[in-house]
């Protein structure tokens, strides 16, 4: 009877160092998940700023636009629409395709400005070559002294760029379409107003 004791006290001896066992094993295992979460974050934060750094780079610089080839530029009259294309015989500078136009402005006089191409889902594959719709256009307007005063849109995959205002000084100003997406070609229509005022 004592003998069949002793082994129910071992057998519960090793049962309870199993179930320890068990449990620091478990424990174990919730810690390195916990970790795991924490380390997500991080990459939640990182994603946001590739994010973020992706949305600003659609807000471009002097340094990214061809500034040298301004005396290229066509000229444009108040109430013209123009359609055109970018394609692979327009200017080229850090990648990007360029069309500019130029125009002759007073001081305070109220202008519009619109840029109408297409969103990258209007687009089939094999498209971008042969006409589409210029995807995320981006319309930049540079006063007499080549710096950038407007820019539009703030953001990529909309359909067309619009730019409103009164201009600051008497002068040649220059309007560069081009788009959002590096190499990204197709049609797009300009259309440049002059305002009176109340409208």
Known sequence: MVHSKSRFIKLY????RLMTGASLILLSYSSTVSAGAKQAL?????LAQAQAQAQAQTQLTVDQ??????SNSAKLEYGDRISSTLNVSSIRHQGR???IYQFE????????????GGLASDRTPGQLQTGSLLINP???????????????PEQTDVANALVRMN???TGTYNILVTSATVGAGGRYTLTLQKLEPGQ
């Open 167 to 169: 201009l600051p000084t």
């Open 105 to 116: 402005g007073e001081a305070e006089q109220s202008i519009r400005i619109n840029l109408v």
């Open 13 to 16: 001896l090793n049962s309870a």
């Open 42 to 46: 991080p990459n939640e934060v990182r």
């Open 65 to 70: 636009l061809p500034i040298s080839r301004l």
């Open 138 to 152: 981006v319309v930049v307007l540079l006063n007499p002294a080549g710096e950038i005063i407007a820019q539009q």
């Open 97 to 99: 395709r360029f069309a």
